[in-house]
């Protein structure tokens, strides 16, 4: 066999190296699944030919970008939550220094507008990927978990300023995290007559009653 035979091309084809031509192809690859998985058939009906189909690519091309179907719809959760997580970070961030209610409005409208933009975002976050497999089921959870972390870093940050109670808040945070997910599914499932902002409206109520207990004065330390 002659050396360097397996190595990874690295020059340049069609003015692209070969990192930016696989990084396209992954990304074909995610977009396909979004329609496909998120959409219809499904991630439980969609095949590695109907994908590469979809995504204008080879089977022979999936193979080399994941092993099973399962990589891709864990690839693609993972971003959809960091489309999201984006979309909150940068609420936050224009939200410096303002009144807790106004950023956890702000952070809400934002997560909540990134998510309803597609419906099928949705679906792969609460439904394509629950009950896949116990590999699965931990990334979710430990996805949910970054959530649950993010609350409780604006929660001890409004207590800290007297905002809010002063209170270990993980646990509510958790139950919290489970409402937020079951209102928005079923929110845009149509089974929640309301408005998105009327749904906002409801979440940024249950977190300023989580963060100020009946009893809490403000400016209590």
């Known amino acids: 066999m ?13 003015g692209k190296s070969a990192q930016e ?38 089977t022979r091309q999936f193979y080399e970008e994941f092993r099973t179907l399962e990589d891709v719809l864990a690839a693609l959760h993972l971003q959809v939550n960091a489309w999201a997580e984006e979309a909150v970070l940068t609420a ?9 209610d ?13 998510v309803t933009a597609d419906p099928r975002r949705i679906r792969i976050t609460f439904v394509e990927i629950v009950g896949v497999s116990p590999r699965m089921e931990e990334q979710r959870l430990t996805r949910r978990a970054r959530w649950v972390d993010l609350i409780c870093a604006e929660a001890h940050a409004a207590a800290e300023r007297g ?26 499932a149509g089974w929640v007559p309301a408005t998105l902002d009327e749904v906002v409206d409801e979440l940024v109520r249950q977190l300023l009653g989580i963060l100020r207990p009946t009893g809490w004065r403000s400016g209590e330390r």
Do not use: K
């Open 102 to 114: 106004e950023r956890a409005t702000a952070i809400f409208r934002a997560y909540a507008g990134n």
């Open 163 to 188: 905002e809010a109670a002063r209170r270990d808040y993980r646990l509510a945070a958790t139950a919290f995290i489970g409402s937020v997910n079951g209102l928005i599914h079923d929110w845009s």
């Open 2 to 14: 002659l050396a360097g035979r397996l190595r990874a091309p690295t020059g340049r084809y069609g």
């Open 92 to 100: 936050s961030a224009a939200t410096q220094g303002s009144p807790i």
């Open 21 to 58: 031509r696989q990084a396209e192809r992954h990304g074909r690859f995610l977009d396909a699944a979004l329609q496909l998985f998120g959409d219809s058939p499904g991630y439980r009906s969609t095949t590695v030919a109907a994908l590469s189909e979809a995504a204008g690519l080879s």
